[in-house]
């Protein structure tokens, strides 16, 4: 008897075992089908978008549609990389429900062709002189493009909701020249490259949140972070700094966690109404 209630006991016991381990199974399963709905989601509602700038010139961008009372966000790359290496970061201002825009920047990514292109401009540089001439000679088009760009960030939004500029590394000022043309919700700056006049003109801006974000020991971008947020009086506004040099690429790939910080805190930003 006592055999049977033992044997009886290790099959209850197996079932139940067994039942669990199909349960887990198929909640993994669920979350996993989930998880790909959501990217093949994301994949289906983004597109490759282009814009005219003033002169004709054709730039590419990755365009999300937000929902119908959000605010959108415009985003730009560095000089080392392109629009689709901040996918990440894309992805997560998606998430939040924004319009988000991630612009090419002339001469880079899908946005160049034989006059304007950063490849050719870095492989026909004799040196570093050069190759700084040709390359802030091809930046002077950026102001005029993102403001092309936001104007069509802002078509498309047909909302009359807020946007705000993410920047990194040599896009920093552009978050500045576009303020001063456009009313700007908030402003994010990675490993912000600034010069003396940049930083001045920024002083000359209303207060907007702004969020600054660089390595410790990458010292110039360090150090405009901390004089612009010391400048700035509004409450919102942040600074974080992290150890090493690495660029703002690199901050956001190691810490990932950071996309989704940047984007809720844009999203904040941009449904907080006047005060």
Sequence with gaps: MKIYLFNRYRNTRYSALKFIFCLLAFC???????QSLVVNHEAKLSKTVTLTA???FTLSG?????????????LLHDCQHIAKDFQPLHSALVKQGLFVLSLDLRGFGASQNEDYSHKSIRLKADDIVSYQGKLAALMLHWESDVLSAYQYLQRTMNNNQSISIVTSGCSSN???????????????????????????QFKHLPDMPIYLLSAKYLTEAMLNAQELFDWSGDRHSVLQTFKGNGSSYYLLKQQTYLNEN??????????????
Excluded at 264 to 272: E, Q, R, V
Aim: proline content about 3%.
């Design 262 to 275: 940047i984007a809720i805190w844009l999203n904040s930003t941009l449904s907080t109404l006047p005060e």
């Design 54 to 56: 003033i002169d004709n």
């Design 28 to 34: 993994a399963a669920q979350q996993s089908a989930a």
């Design 174 to 200: 552009q978050a500045i020249y576009l303020a001063q043309k456009t009313a700007l919700k908030s402003v994010v700056m990675l490993s912000p490259e600034l010069s003396v006049d940049d930083k001045e």
């Design 62 to 74: 990755q365009l999300n549609v937000g929902l119908a009372t959000s605010g959108g966000v415009l």
